[in-house]
T-cell receptor, first 112, second 112 residues
């Protein structure tokens, strides 16, 4: 059974800092990996999708990498801002099925 | 937001009553999903649909049923609500091709 782990569970940084959020998964046979952002009381917003054949994806200040063989993905946020404060979730889609398996997220606080 | 709406957005109901949550999408996506989100468990798949009248169970389907009589609507029914079904429920769609998922705003259900 696929398990997705996100460490740390919570992170607090000063504004302007570059930071890395980690996601690990136990079964490397994935179809793709998706990073989401969730603001308190809100739904999930898709940030980046990495297909299993890709190594990384970039969108603005965000860069996500994928290392299937080691079962890891990282989300790099450059020049963090208070507006980046949210919970960040990663999820993997397994090759054999259509379901996403989610990690429990990293709660990020960027302090002004 | 991929044109996804959920109704109601908030609901309080009593144990033993039936409850139906509605997910509506405007872009004719084939795949639709129902998740629940709980502290300590993250997001878990309840049921999903891959077309009109085509549905399948997720990992936490006990106590829930679904129906999809037309492409745009995916209904989640709790036949007899229990306190353990107090949760935030999210609907999602999946894009063809990339398999990227987009989520609705969520429904907060409280069963007293």
């Amino acid at each position: 059974k696929q398990e997705v782990t996100q460490i740390p569970a919570a992170l607090s940084v000063p504004e302007g800092e570059n930071l890395v959020l980690n996601c690990s998964f136990t079964d490397s046979a994935i179809y793709n990996l998706q990073w989401f952002r969730q603001d308190p009381g809100k739904g999930l917003t898709s940030l980046l999708l990495i297909q299993s054949s890709q190594r990384e994806q970039t969108s603005g200040r965000l860069n996500a990498s994928l290392d299937k063989s080691s079962g890891r993905s990282t989300l790099y946020i450059a020049a963090s801002q208070p507006g980046d404060s949210a919970t960040y979730l990663c999820a993997v889609r397994e090759t054999s099925g259509s379901r996403l398996t989610f990690g429990e997220g990293t709660q990020l606080t960027v302090n002004p | 937001d991929a044109g996804i709406t959920q109704s109601p957005r908030h609901k309080v109901t009593e144990t033993g009553t039936p409850v139906t949550l509605r997910c509506h999408q405007t872009e004719n996506h084939r795949y639709m999903y129902w998740y629940r989100q709980d502290p300590g468990h993250g997001l878990r798949l309840i049921h999903y649909s891959y077309g009109v009248k085509d549905t399948d169970k997720g990992e936490v389907s006990d106590g829930y049923s679904v129906s999809r009589s037309k492409t745009e609507d995916f209904l989640l029914t709790l036949e007899s609500a229990t306190s353990s079904q107090t949760s935030v429920y999210f609907c999602a769609i999946r894009l063809e091709g990339t398999h990227e998922q987009y989520f609705g705003p969520g429904t907060r259900l409280t069963v007293t």
